[in-house]
C-alpha cells in the first residue's frame, strides 16, 4: 500500500478522535463548572477542593455535594438516553427512532399515574406507598416501560413487522397511553396527582438521591460497553437488511437486541428522573453531523454530547430566572431545538471535515 | 472444478414459486450472466445463492459443502453480495462503508489489518482517491465501485451482482463490466451477474442462464443461448443478432 494512502485514512480518523476528544475537555470542564454555579456561592477551586477530598465548611460541603449528585446525574443519563437513541436510529432505519418515539416515555408516564391510583385507595396499599414512598413511583415507570419495550418486541418479531411499520404502531400505542392518561386525569386523578405527574413528565435532574445516583453508576457502565459492541453491525444494519445478512449477521437479532438495550437504557433513566425525550434524538444527530455515521465513533461522541448538552440546559435552567429553578427538559428543548437545527442547515454538504 | 453447485432448488415467496428446479454449476474465474424479464426470478436466484433466501426443496453447494450446514459467518467470507441498491448510506464515509465488509474477520472492533485490506481493495476498484468522501457525494459509476470494493474487501471466492450496470451511463457500464472481467480472470473470482443488457450479456459472460418465469429457459454459451427464437419466446420481442459485432438490436 502506497505511503499517500495510508495519510489519507489517517487524516479522517485523527479528525474524528479530535472532536471525541474535545468533547471529553468540555465535559470534564463542565461538570465542576455547574457544581460551582448556584444560589450559594462556591468558587471553581472549591469544586476541585471537595472532589479531592479537602474539607470544607460543612454547609459548602452539603450544597456541593447536592450539586456534584446533580451533575452526575445529569451525566449518567445523558449518556444513557443519547447512546439508546443512537442505537435505535440505526437498528430502526429510522431518523426519528429513539427509545421515546417507541413510546416507552408514554408508557412510564401512564406507570406513574397508575402507581398514584393504586396509592390512593385502601389502607393496605397507603402503607405500601408510605413504606417504600421514594422507590414506588420509579418502579411504577420501570415496569411499564418495560412492558412497553417487550410489546414492541412481541409486535416485531412475532408479526415479523417492518422497522418503519414497528416505529408506526408505536407511535399509534403512544397516543393510545396519551389518551389514557388524559382519561384518567380526566376522570380520577386529583389535582394534587395531576400536579405530580406534570411535574414527573418535566424530567427533574435534583429527583435522585444517593441510592438512585449509586445504582445509575452502577449500570450505567454496563450499558456503555453494550452500546460499543455493537457498532459493527448497527454499521452494517444501516446500509441494508440484506447485505448485512450476506455480511453475516442477522439483522432481526440484531434489532432484537439493540431494543432491549436501548430500552433498557431509557427505562432505567426515565423512571428516576422523568420525561427527557429530546436527548435521545438531538444529541445523536448532532454528533453525526461532527463525526459522520460510523457508530464506533457516532456511539460514543452522543454519548458525549447527551450529557454536555443536559449540564448546560441544567446551568441555564438554574440560572436564567434565579431563583426560580426552570424545569430542565424544558430548558433542554429550547438549546437544543434551534442548535439542530442550525446544524443541519450549515452541515447539509458536509458530514465531517 | 467447481465453486458453486446449485441443485434443484425450488424457491418459494409465501405460495407463490419463485424458482422452479433450477440447477447450474459455477467455475472459479467463470462469469455467469443471468438474464429474463423482470420477475422471472434473477434476484431471487442470486439471494438463494448467498443463502439470504432458503430453498424449499434442493440444495446449494459452496466449495463443496451445502450452504445450510454452514454458519452465516463462513459463507460470508465466501461469498460477496453486492445489491441492486442500499437502504441508506449517507454520513458514511467510502472508508468506513467498505470497511462493513469486513464484518465476517472482526471480533469485537476493526484492526489495522482490515483499514489495509480496505485501502486495497479501494485501489483494485480505482477509487483510492475516494477513502474519504461521503457515500451520498458519489457519482453513480464510482457509488457502484464502492459497493463491489465493500463485496470484494472480505475476499470472497465468488461474487454475485445484482444488475451492475443499472443507473450507468455507457461509459461507466462498459468500465463496470471491464473491472469484474479483470476481477474474474486475474483474480479467479467466480461472478455471478443478472443483466438487462442483451449486447452486455453476449459480450461479457461465458456462460448464460436465461430464465422465464422462475425456471431455466436456457443454459450455455451467450452464442447459444442469445438467438433470435429464444428472445422471442422469453422477453416477447423481435431481435437480431449481429454476430460479427456481438450486438443485440431489437426490431
Known amino acids: 500500500m502506497s505511503k499517500g494512502a495510508n495519510n489519507l485514512s489517517k487524516g479522517a480518523l485523527s479528525y474524528r478522535i479530535l472532536v471525541i476528544i474535545t468533547l471529553l475537555i468540555i465535559l470534564a470542564f463542565l461538570i465542576p463548572l455547574s457544581t460551582s454555579i448556584g444560589l450559594y456561592n462556591v468558587s471553581f477551586l472549591d469544586v476541585f477542593k471537595v472532589l479531592f477530598k479537602y474539607s470544607l465548611p460543612e454547609s459548602e460541603a452539603v450544597a456541593l455535594w447536592l450539586r456534584l449528585r446533580r451533575s452526575l446525574v445529569a451525566v449518567v443519563t445523558g449518556i444513557l438516553l443519547a447512546g439508546g437513541g443512537a442505537v435505535m436510529q440505526a437498528a430502526l432505519r429510522n431518523p426519528l427512532a429513539s427509545p421515546f418515539t417507541l413510546g416507552i416515555s408514554h408508557a412510564a408516564a401512564l406507570g406513574v399515574a397508575v402507581s398514584l391510583l393504586i396509592g390512593q385507595t385502601g389502607y393496605a396499599s397507603m402503607w405500601f406507598t408510605g413504606f417504600a414512598r421514594p422507590y414506588v413511583v420509579p418502579l411504577f415507570a420501570f415496569l411499564f416501560a418495560l412492558a412497553q419495550a417487550t410489546l414492541i418486541l412481541l409486535l416485531a418479531q412475532r408479526a415479523r413487522l417492518e422497522p418503519r411499520a414497528i416505529v408506526l404502531s408505536a407511535i399509534a400505542m403512544a397516543f393510545t397511553y396519551q389518551a389514557i392518561l388524559a382519561l384518567l386525569q380526566y376522570l380520577v ?36 460497553v453494550l452500546y460499543m459492541i455493537l457498532h459493527a453491525d448497527l454499521d452494517l ?117 | 472444478m467447481v465453486i458453486i453447485k446449485v441443485l434443484k432448488v425450488d424457491v418459494y415467496y409465501g405460495s407463490y414459486k419463485a424458482l422452479d428446479k433450477v440447477s447450474i454449476t459455477v467455475e472459479p474465474g467463470e462469469i455467469v450472466g443471468i438474464i429474463g424479464p423482470n420477475g422471472s426470478g434473477k434476484t431471487t436466484l442470486l439471494k438463494t445463492i448467498d443463502g439470504i433466501l432458503k430453498p424449499k426443496i434442493g440444495s446449494v453447494y459452496i466449495d463443496g459443502r451445502e450452504t445450510a450446514s454452514l454458519k452465516r459467518r463462513e459463507i460470508a467470507k465466501l ?80 461474487l454475485l451482482l445484482d444488475e451492475p450496470t443499472t443507473n450507468l451511463d455507457p461509459r461507466y457500464q462498459v468500465e463496470i463490466l471491464r473491472l469484474i472481467e479483470k476481477l474474474a480472470r486475474e483474480r479467479k473470482v467466480a461472478i455471478i451477474m443478472s443483466l438487462h443488457d442483451l449486447t452486455y450479456a453476449y459480450r461479457f459472460p461465458d456462460k448464460i442462464v436465461m430464465l422465464k418465469n422462475g425456471r431455466i429457459y436456457a443454459i450455455g454459451k451467450p452464442e447459444e443461448v442469445i438467438t433470435p427464437k429464444n428472445i422471442k419466446e422469453v422477453f416477447g420481442l423481435e431481435a437480431l443478432v449481429l454476430k460479427e459485432l456481438r450486438a443485440v438490436v431489437f426490431k
Open chain 1, 237 to 353: 444494519i444501516l446500509i441494508g437488511d440484506d447485505i448485512a445478512f450476506s455480511s453475516g449477521i442477522s439483522p432481526s437479532r440484531l434489532r432484537l437486541i439493540a431494543t432491549i438495550i436501548s430500552a433498557f437504557g431509557a427505562a432505567l433513566a426515565t423512571s428516576f428522573i422523568g420525561v427527557l425525550a429530546f436527548l435521545c434524538l438531538v444529541a445523536p444527530h448532532i454528533a453525526r453531523l461532527l463525526v459522520g455515521a460510523s457508530h464506533r465513533y457516532l456511539i460514543p461522541a452522543s454519548m458525549l454530547l447527551g450529557p454536555i448538552l443536559l449540564i448546560v440546559a441544567d446551568i441555564v435552567s438554574r440560572t436564567i430566572l434565579s431563583p426560580i429553578t426552570l424545569p430542565v427538559g424544558i430548558v433542554l428543548s429550547f438549546i437544543g431545538a434551534p442548535l439542530l437545527i442550525a446544524l443541519l442547515l450549515r452541515g447539509n454538504s458536509h458530514g465531517y471535515h
Open chain 1, 189 to 224: 386523578l386529583n389535582e394534587l396527582q395531576i400536579a405530580t405527574i406534570v411535574f414527573w413528565m418535566f424530567g427533574d435532574l435534583s429527583r435522585p438521591g444517593n441510592v438512585e445516583l449509586q445504582v445509575l453508576l452502577l449500570l450505567t457502565p454496563i450499558l456503555i
Open chain 2, 79 to 158: 461469498i460477496g453480495y453486492v445489491p441492486q441498491r442500499l437502504e441508506t448510506s449517507a454520513y458514511l464515509s467510502v472508508l468506513d462503508f467498505v470497511l462493513t465488509g469486513r464484518r465476517p474477520y472482526i471480533r469485537l472492533g476493526y484492526t489495522k489489518r482490515d483499514f489495509e485490506k480496505a485501502m486495497n481493495t479501494l485501489k483494485i476498484v480505482n477509487a483510492l482517491h475516494l477513502a474519504e468522501r461521503r457515500m451520498d457525494q458519489l457519482s453513480g459509476g464510482e457509488f457502484q465501485r464502492i459497493l463491489i470494493a465493500r463485496a470484494l474487501v472480505a475476499d470472497p471466492q465468488v
